[in-house]
T-cell receptor, first 114, second 112 residues
Framework: DTAVSQTPKYLVTQMGNDKSIKCEQNLGHDTMYWYKQDSKKFLKIMFSYNNKELIINETVPNRFSPKSPDKAHLNLHINSLELGDSAVYFC?????????????FGAGSRLTVL | QKEVEQNSGPLSVPEGAIASLNCTYSDRGSQSFFWYRQYSGKSPELIMSIYSNGDKEDGRFTAQLNKASQYVSLLIRDSQPSDSATYLCAVIPTGTASKLTFGTGTRLQVTL
């Protein structure tokens, strides 16, 4: 049973298109995250939600809009895709209390913008 | 200055040797420190967490923290080819309860 699952695993699309990535966790964690890993392997936080509430919103273009319908799901919608958006996007989750900030990552979604 | 700095490597060690991976961080008030391992094409996975000065051992892995020097390291004893991966140091800076900040990682190659 996959703990943090993301779909799709691969996206290839043209500049200007809109795309979404979905994430679900079955660990019962309260906090979920989106991280972006660029071609140089630098892993940078984009957003964090705790129990459906946005708690971290890094300097990310408005074209990126996260949505958390419940604490087990965190989706990422990207409008007007640009070449620089090409990266691997990782969803992650963590518990509160003991073990907080210990992240469990999904397998990643590789986005290629042509 | 980057918040978390690591030498990108590759660090090459022979099988059976000790691999020493180093990380420095800029926020003196940081309290929580983590080492993640990432195999090529895979997601990061937690190896160790450390919160207090000193050493913390888990099997072949030892994390070392020196807050005065703003330095955290990971030692891997009896290195195996399966340890070949990128090792990411991560820190939670002051006042950012959930913002795990990663270094760029050190690529480790264990040679036969």
């Amino acid at each position: 049973d996959t703990a943090v699952s993301q779909t799709p695993k691969y996206l290839v699309t043209q500049m200007g298109n809109d795309k979404s990535i979905k994430c679900e966790q079955n660990l019962g964690h309260d906090t979920m995250y989106w991280y972006k890993q660029d071609s140089k392997k630098f892993l940078k936080i984009m957003f964090s939600y705790n129990n459906k509430e946005l708690i971290i919103n890094e300097t990310v273009p408005n074209r990126f809009s996260p949505k958390s319908p419940d604490k087990a799901h965190l989706n990422l919608h990207i409008n007007s895709l640009e070449l620089g958006d090409s990266a691997v996007y990782f969803c992650a989750s963590s518990p509160t209390g003991s073990g907080a900030n210990v992240l469990t990552f999904g397998a990643g979604s590789r986005l290629t913008v042509l | 200055q980057k918040e978390v700095e690591q030498n990108s490597g590759p660090l090459s060690v022979p099988e059976g040797a000790i691999a020493s991976l180093n990380c420095t961080y800029s926020d003196r008030g940081s309290q929580s420190f983590f080492w993640y391992r990432q195999y090529s094409g895979k997601s990061p996975e937690l190896i160790m967490s450390i919160y207090s000065n000193g050493d913390k051992e888990d099997g072949r892995f030892t994390a070392q923290l020196n807050k005065a020097s703003q330095y955290v390291s990971l030692l891997i004893r009896d290195s195996q080819p399966s340890d070949s991966a990128t090792y990411l140091c991560a820190v939670i800076p002051t006042g950012t309860a959930s913002k795990l900040t990663f270094g760029t990682g050190t690529r480790l190659q264990v040679t036969l």
